[in-house]
């Protein structure tokens, strides 16, 4: 019997006290980085556990939110604290697509082609307000967040493990921008919004940089190696029928709502699945519960969900037809594994 191809061949499934062991070491790596992250940006925990938990899950961030509440800076302390490359793209409408992929240039000497590596070609990748970038330029972002590689001039060049793509947008001012396309918002795993600090948490941020910015005494605490096994581990995490069902449930209620003129695709429910199972090893489980479906809901399928004309007119939005699906769908039960 000839061999199955590479992509098709069955993994042996890890034994009950491997898949425990790999769950510590993925609790363990989240909640080290959550809190190193949390020491600089103050007062938002939650929003530090969801960026974390797109890294464990290879996903990709749109920090959508005003200036100035710490997006860039959650990106930059991100890549520090795992010892990543960490490379900024600041977005503008002459921007072209070898500016953030590279181009091929012809060297004298050797009397060839040498590709020179744009900004894409780092392990953490800040796309900063990449809503100003024409969509020419936008696009150029397409291939490394789905399929993790850069084509230029008809050569193939893989992204290095771990790769994220954090992109901030600026959800107030419109002019000059170019509004993201649906095929780019649903290639972001997670959106998530910063907001701003409570009066006791903006004192904490003024007494933590009267002399120093906080980032500067950042350390690695997780190794490379490390947060690639907790990558693998989120994997193992099991996921009963009832609550894949109810996850496709979910979507598919986004596809026939009234309200709705897109909902989400199939990458969506890809995404909450995966989502689902990080927030389970991050609470210490190996299994996934419906609560962990619908915690995460609004962050993974909003921003793929088009609302129609009418419905944007009477001020409902992509969140409140999520929450409006989420009440309206029927919870599964608890069953045995």
Not at 10 to 19: G, L, Y
Not at 65 to 86: S, W, Y
Not at 158 to 184: D, R, S, V
């Amino acid at each position: 019997m000839p061999d199955l191809p590479h992509e098709t061949r069955q993994t042996p499934r890890a034994t009950s006290a491997n898949i425990q062991s790999q769950i510590g070491l993925a609790q363990n790596v989240a909640e080290r980085i959550s809190q190193t992250v949390s020491q600089v940006i103050i007062g938002k925990r939650n929003e530090v556990r969801l960026a974390v938990l797109g890294l464990l899950c290879k996903g990709h961030i749109l920090i959508e939110d005003i200036p100035g509440v710490g997006k860039t800076m959650l990106a930059k302390t991100l890549a520090r604290v795992i010892g990543c490359t960490f490379s900024r793209i600041q977005f503008t409408p002459d921007m072209l697509p070898s500016d953030v992929t590279g181009v091929s240039l012809f060297n004298q000497k050797t009397r060839e082609f040498e590709f020179r590596a744009g900004p894409i070609m780092a392990q953490i990748v800040l796309a900063d307000e990449i809503n100003r970038a024409t969509p020419k330029t936008q696009a150029a972002l397409l291939e490394s967040m789905e399929e993790r590689q850069v084509t230029v001039d008809g050569i193939t060049y893989p992204m290095e493990n771990p790769f994220m793509i954090l992109a901030t947008q600026n959800p107030i001012e419109y002019e000059g921008t170019f509004p993201l396309p649906e095929a780019q918002l649903d290639r972001f795993m997670v959106r998530i919004q910063l907001g701003y600090p409570s009066p006791v948490e903006e004192l904490t941020v003024l007494s933590a940089q009267q002399y120093d910015h906080p980032i500067n005494n950042m350390h690695q605490v997780v190794s490379v190696q490390e947060l690639l096994a907790a990558q693998q581990a989120i994997r193992e995490i099991y996921v009963a029928d009832e609550v894949k069902r109810y996850i496709v449930d979910l979507v598919n209620a986004s596809r026939q709502h009234p309200d709705v003129y897109l909902g989400s695709s199939p990458r969506g429910s890809l995404a909450l699945f995966r989502t689902s199972q990080a927030r389970a090893a991050m609470a210490g489980r190996d299994y996934v519960i419906p609560d962990d479906v619908k915690a995460l809901a609004e962050v993974t399928l909003a921003h793929r969900i088009i609302v129609g004309p009418a419905a944007r007119i009477k001020d409902i939005t992509s969140r409140t037809v999520v929450q409006d699906i989420l009440a309206s769908t029927p919870v599964p039960g608890a069953s045995a594994r």
